[in-house]
């Protein structure tokens, strides 16, 4: 008798083995880094094998990462001694600031001195930084009794460094100005929109009692060239003007604040023409920050008296007669614990910044605070250890996730 045979389950017979999924190739890994959103993680992630470390330390993957996320608020740059306030804890950039704190040279060593010509040398002082790059100024006085003007643009962290050439008689006297005649200057970043990472722009101000100069530099050529010059009766001043303040670069215009007028110049960088707005009322010796809002508005962040909170503005067009308006939005404050002395700062990276006094407490225990302005919200940074005017926002990434920004 033939035996019986066992019964096969149907379709089980040809089954494979359970097999792994295939592995994620570099590609996909790319993808999905660059959508940690914390540089913090994605830091912690490099170090988890060398594949990780070896894919997210690739210079095209940084670039990548960068254009992507905005770099992080690390801290502020001191215009009087040269050094670095760290965001404290619990903020949650302070393990990335200590550790560029380690990494960089805050106190700009690295750069040399200018030429010895002077008979008072002062120090490099940071006067914007951007991009991961300081632009650094050294005033010094010459022999002569004239004072002199040195600038110099460096990356901290990778101590690199260019000194910027000083700006020639020649072209100096294309615009009917001489050295003697100088009132004031300043000088700072532009925005460097498409320019490749280790490019950028220094925009550099004069002004005379008749005249208000501007002057750009580029990475790209070396040296310098006229923006341009226009007196001030053309812009309405029938007084010399004192000092500018409260510079910023806003959708592609720089505005300065006129000291003691109720007055804020506008240069629109693509025409190169001056004008000159009115401000609020009782703006005349007030902190004022112009800053980016949407949609392509101007927005002006002011503090009016010894008062714990800033008002914000926007800047709007009336139809069609291009005259303008300021409209006020709304009131922010300094948290309860503060009292009425109250600095504003910046803007930087979509940020101002605040610092106050706690009650019953003396300017040493000062706080910084910033101000997204997207959503409004105040986050205590750090405490205050300088004169906060005059002290620059620093922005930017980890160290292992830097790369060199000066050529």
């Given at each position: 008798m033939a035996s019986q045979g066992r019964r096969i389950l149907p379709g089980l017979e040809g089954t494979d083995p359970d097999r792994p999924p295939p592995p994620l190739t570099s590609d996909l890994h790319e993808e999905i880094f660059l959508r940690v959103g914390s540089p913090a993680d994605l830091a912690r992630a490099s170090a988890a094998c060398i594949s990780f470390r070896r894919l997210i330390s690739d210079p095209g993957f940084l670039r990548r990462y960068r254009s992507i996320h905005p770099p992080l608020l690390l801290g502020f740059l001191s215009y009087a001694d040269a050094g670095f306030q760290p965001v404290e804890t619990p903020h949650p950039n302070a393990a990335v600031a200590r550790a560029v704190a380690r990494a960089a040279d805050f106190s700009f060593g690295f750069v040399p001195s200018p030429i010895k010509r002077f008979s008072c040398w002062q120090a490099w002082h940071p006067r914007d930084a951007r991009d991961g790059r300081v632009l650094l100024e050294c005033r010094s006085t010459i022999l002569d009794g004239e004072e002199c003007l040195d600038l110099a643009v460096c990356d901290p962290v990778f101590r690199?460094?260019?000194?910027?050439?000083?700006?020639?008689?020649?072209?100096?006297?294309?615009v009917e100005l001489q050295n003697q005649d100088m009132c004031y200057s300043g000088s700072s970043f532009i925005p460097p929109g498409?320019?490749?990472?280790?490019?950028?722009?220094?925009?550099?101000?004069?002004?005379?009692?008749t005249k208000l100069v501007v002057f750009f530099f580029s990475s790209g050529s070396g040296?310098?060239?006229?923006?341009?010059?226009?007196?001030?009766?053309?812009?309405?001043?029938?007084?010399?003007?004192d000092s500018l303040s409260s510079w910023q670069c806003v959708h592609g215009c720089f505005y300065w604040k006129v000291n003691s007028r109720n007055k804020l110049l506008k240069l629109d960088m693509n025409t190169m023409e001056l004008s000159a707005y009115d401000l609020p009322p009782d703006h005349e010796d007030e902190d004022i920050v112009i800053a980016e809002s949407g949609e392509g508005k101007v927005a002006m962040f002011s503090q009016v008296g010894y008062d714990r909170s800033v008002k914000y503005y926007n800047l709007l067009q009336n139809g069609s007669d291009k005259s303008h308006e300021w409209h006020m939005r709304s009131t922010i404050r300094l948290p309860d614990q503060y009292t009425s002395e109250c600095y504003i700062n910046g803007p930087a990276?979509?940020?101002?910044?605040?610092?106050?006094?706690?009650?019953?407490?003396?300017?040493?225990?000062?706080?910084?605070?910033?101000?997204?302005?997207?959503?409004?919200?105040?986050?205590r940074v750090s405490g205050r250890t300088s004169h906060f005017q005059c002290d620059v926002p620093y922005f930017g990434f980890p160290p292992s996730m830097s790369s060199r920004r000066i050529q």
């Open positions: 690199r460094y260019l000194m910027l050439p000083p700006i020639t008689d020649d072209l100096l006297s294309s498409d320019m490749e990472e280790t490019s950028f722009s220094v925009i550099y101000w004069v002004f005379s009692g040296h310098w060239t006229v923006g341009t010059s226009t007196s001030w009766n053309d812009l309405g001043f029938q007084e010399e003007v990276e979509g940020y101002i910044f605040l610092a106050g006094t706690p009650k019953d407490e003396d300017v040493t225990h000062s706080s910084f605070f910033s101000l997204e302005i997207k959503s409004l919200r105040i986050e």
